[in-house]
Every structure is written in structure tokens, then in C-alpha cells.
Nanobody, 124 residues
Framework: QVHVVESGGGSVQAGGSLRLSCAAS????????MAWFRRGPGKEREFVAG????????DYGDSVKGRCSISRNNDKNMMALQMNSLEPEDTAVYYC?????????????????WGQGTQVTVFR
């Protein structure tokens, strides 16, 4: 069983950057696709970015496309999300998610393991 813990959240001024990390423990994640989701205040959960288990395919939500970069290190059992040009609308709790075996996509239903989340607050 995999457990994941997010880190790297915080408060940042609009236009700034943050790097979120997701550390997995338990089973190795190298055979599983992973993703970041977020839930802003009063909003539904939203797909942010995903990366296939092999690392050779990435996808981004429309709201962050061009501003974020997802990466993974299977040897270290870790994943990261670099976020640049942050906007107040990016304020949310960000969640790391590990997909069920064989799944890769933008739907949360395909992700079997979730972290507790890390808060990102962007102020003007």
C-alpha cells in the first residue's frame, strides 16, 4: 500500500513561484501514474497536472497550462509540481494522487491513493 505526503505549500505574492513535492512511502510508485489536484475555497476538486508512470507523458489543466511543470523521480519515489506566475485564483489545497494500476487520466475517480493536501495561498 502506498502512502503519500505533500509538502512545499505556503503563502506567496501574485507572480511568485512555489514548488510542491509529493513523497511516497510503502510500495514503489514507478508503475503508477500520478497527478496533482486542487480544491479552492468554494470550488470543486480540479485536475491540475498528471504524469504517466513512465514520465513520458504529462498533461495540465487549462487553468495552469503554461505556468506549471510536473515531474517525477521514480528512484526516489517522489513527484513535484513547479508553479510559476501564481495568481490569487490558484489559492487552494493541493493534493498528490497515485493512480490505480493501469490508469492515466484527468478524472479523480481513477486515483486510488491521496495525500492530506498542502495549502497554497496567493495574495495580491
Amino acid at each position: 500500500q502506498v502512502h503519500v505526503v505533500e509538502s512545499g505549500g505556503g503563502s506567496v505574492q501574485a507572480g511568485g513561484s512555489l514548488r510542491l513535492s509529493c513523497a511516497a512511502s510503502g510500495d514503489l510508485i514507478r508503475s503508477h501514474s500520478m497527478a496533482w489536484f486542487r480544491r479552492g475555497p468554494g470550488k470543486e476538486r480540479e485536475f491540475v497536472a498528471g504524469i504517466r508512470w513512465s514520465g513520458d507523458q504529462t498533461d495540465y489543466g487549462d487553468s495552469v497550462k503554461g505556468r506549471c511543470s510536473i515531474s517525477r523521480n521514480n528512484d526516489k519515489n517522489m513527484m513535484a509540481l513547479q508553479m510559476n506566475s501564481l495568481e490569487p485564483e490558484d489559492t487552494a489545497v493541493y493534493y498528490c494522487a497515485v493512480a490505480g494500476f493501469g490508469y492515466y487520466g484527468t478524472s479523480a475517480i481513477g486515483y486510488a491513493c491521496w495525500g492530506q493536501g498542502t495549502q497554497v495561498t496567493v495574495f495580491r
